[in-house]
Nanobody, 125 residues
Framework: VQVVESGGGLAQAGEFLRLSCAAS????????LGWFRQAPGEEREFVSG????????RYTDSVKGRFTISRDGNEGTLYLQMSNLKPEDTATYYC???????????????????WGRGTQVTVSS
């Protein structure tokens, strides 16, 4: 299984970026999916997740109202629309694939089985 993120880059505070995630070797559309991030010297933290059906989504408090997670029903591609970016959003963002048919959104990295290599997001003030 190969998981690949894209869409990171440089942004100024208040701008937006959209991250994408695709995988090969499995059918993403039947898995719970999540986005995590890790800043230098910090632990990897949950950002957002979505159930396999798309009916359930969760966000960490710091991104609520600014980030939106979604998935393409056919291709299974995962997205993270990040708006009103802040310097504290600077981190490497990772896409993670959880459990098949998972109705609940997991927030613990240990509940995810496949990970991408990450895409860097840098927000300047």
């Amino acid at each position: 299984v190969q998981v690949v993120e894209s869409g990171g880059g440089l942004a100024q505070a208040g701008e937006f970026l959209r991250l994408s995630c695709a995988a090969s070797g499995l059918t993403m559309s039947v898995y719970g999916l999540g986005w995590f991030r890790q800043a230098p010297g910090e632990e990897r933290e949950f950002v957002s997740g979505i159930s396999w059906s798309g009916d359930d989504t969760r966000y960490t408090d710091s991104v609520k109202g600014r980030f939106t997670i979604s998935r393409d029903g056919n291709e299974g591609t995962l997205y993270l629309q990040m708006s009103n970016l802040k310097p504290e959003d600077t981190a490497t963002y990772y896409c993670a694939i959880g459990k098949r048919w998972d109705r609940d959104v997991a927030t613990d990295p240990a509940d995810y089985d496949y990970w991408g290599r990450g895409t860097q997001v840098t927000v300047s003030s």
